[in-house]
């Protein structure tokens, strides 16, 4: 957490907490929900601002008790912010020009479909291990990305593109993209467990979601 990495850093001998704990490794509970919902292929909600995604993953996932906070849950979230931040690093040297946040977050969400079809799952243990991405999944992310950022742009048609990804429609028609089969290492993917299914990508139960005390906490 956050304040809690503050209060320690403050406290301790602070070359031996950042060696143990590194700063980059930090993230705030906004930037989970993008992680989270990225993952569970709902692009257009992370597209809406991160205050509007977090009180939809609250809603979802922690009020539905579908979140348990263990040292298995860390680890793979902390694998998730990995793969969110090389794949950002990844989107913004294509000099798309704008819209990179939706950009991102449609990548990621395209490739967990992707495997997902083909009954897979990214290797998340690997990543945690590693702290990197391969070389294999990097040039995957990047090819992508170029379709992602075709797509957006052909869809939007004359509408606002940023308005545009905000909608569940921009997420159907990307998902169904007609994309080659990934080519990754075979230790970048492991079989899709029975319980990680998708996220529905309904728009059900929209009311937003009462204040909870997860959601006044900092991840």
């Known amino acids: 957490a956050r304040g809690q990495y503050a209060e320690e850093r403050s406290r301790a001998n602070?070359?031996?907490?950042?060696?143990?704990?590194?700063?980059?490794?930090?993230?705030?509970?906004?930037?989970?929900?993008?992680?989270e919902n990225s993952w569970h292929q709902l692009p257009h909600l992370v597209s809406r601002g991160a205050q509007k995604n977090?009180?939809?993953?609250?809603?979802r996932f922690v009020k539905k008790q579908k979140v348990t906070a263990n040292e298995t849950y860390f680890?793979?979230?902390?694998?998730?912010?990995?793969?969110?931040?090389?794949a950002n690093t990844i989107i913004k040297k294509q000099q798309f020009g704008g819209h990179v946040n939706s950009i991102l977050t449609f990548t990621i969400a395209l490739l967990?479909?992707?495997?997902?079809f083909d009954g897979t799952v990214l290797n998340l243990e690997k990543i945690w291990k590693q702290q990197a991405l391969s070389a294999e999944l990097k040039s995957e992310l990047e090819k992508l990305s170029i379709h992602v950022h075709k797509a957006i742009m052909e869809s939007?048609?004359?509408?606002?593109?940023?308005?545009?990804?905000?909608?569940?429609?921009?997420?159907?028609y990307i998902r169904d993209l007609n994309i080659s089969k990934l080519v990754l290492h075979d230790t970048d993917v492991v079989p899709l467990p029975p319980e990680e299914l998708s996220a529905p990508n309904n728009e059900e139960d929209t009311e937003e979601a009462d204040d909870s005390v997860?959601?006044?906490s900092t991840i």
Request: charged share 35%; net charge positive.
């Open 14 to 35: 602070r070359k031996q907490l950042e060696s143990k704990y590194p700063p980059e490794n930090m993230f705030t509970k906004t930037d989970l929900a993008k992680f």
């Open 54 to 59: 977090f009180t939809e993953f609250d809603r």
């Open 75 to 86: 680890k793979e979230l902390v694998a998730k912010a990995i793969l969110f931040r090389e």
């Open 112 to 116: 967990c479909r992707l495997l997902e």
């Open 156 to 172: 939007a048609g004359n509408q606002n593109v940023g308005e545009w990804c905000k909608k569940e429609e921009c997420w159907l």
């Open 214 to 216: 997860f959601s006044q």
